[in-house]
């Protein structure tokens, strides 16, 4: 069963740090990614790494305060999120695309999804 679970998710104050972790289980991936969806939005992209975990790519809105890697013998993906921001709150969702290796900010582009891990900024 192909599965994309999400952990590490929780309430922190402005300035704080959360590390969110994507377990990948069933099969390998190509290009994962996180998203985040905050109440009322639409999801946006945040960050993707891929499959060779030699690329990333990250959205304006947290380049330079979030950072993502791979773990390939745990196939893992994680997101160090830190300098979080009240605009930083948001389900967070991990995604995988299936065997591209190539970088989408598009959800459309992505097959696999987990079920999202709540990230709460307070002031």
């Known amino acids: 069963q192909v599965q994309l679970v999400e952990s590490g998710g929780g309430e922190v104050q402005a300035g704080g740090s959360l590390r969110l972790t994507c377990a990948a289980s069933?099969?390998?991936?190509?290009?994962q990614a996180w998203f985040r969806q905050a109440p009322g939005k639409e999801r946006e992209f945040v960050s993707a790494?891929?499959?060779?975990?030699?690329?990333?790519h990250y959205a304006d809105s947290v380049r330079g305060r979030f950072a993502i890697a791979r773990d390939m013998a745990k196939n893992t993906v994680t997101l160090q999120m830190s300098s979080l921001k009240p605009e930083d709150t948001a389900v967070y969702y991990c995604?995988?695309?299936?065997?591209?290796?190539?970088?989408?900010?598009?959800?459309?582009?992505?097959?696999?999804w987990g079920q999202g891990t709540q990230v709460t900024v307070s002031l």
């Open positions: 995604a995988a695309r299936e065997v591209s290796n190539t970088i989408s900010v598009y959800t459309s582009a992505y097959n696999y």
């Open positions: 069933g099969r390998t991936f190509g290009t």
């Open positions: 790494i891929s499959a060779s975990g030699d690329s990333t």
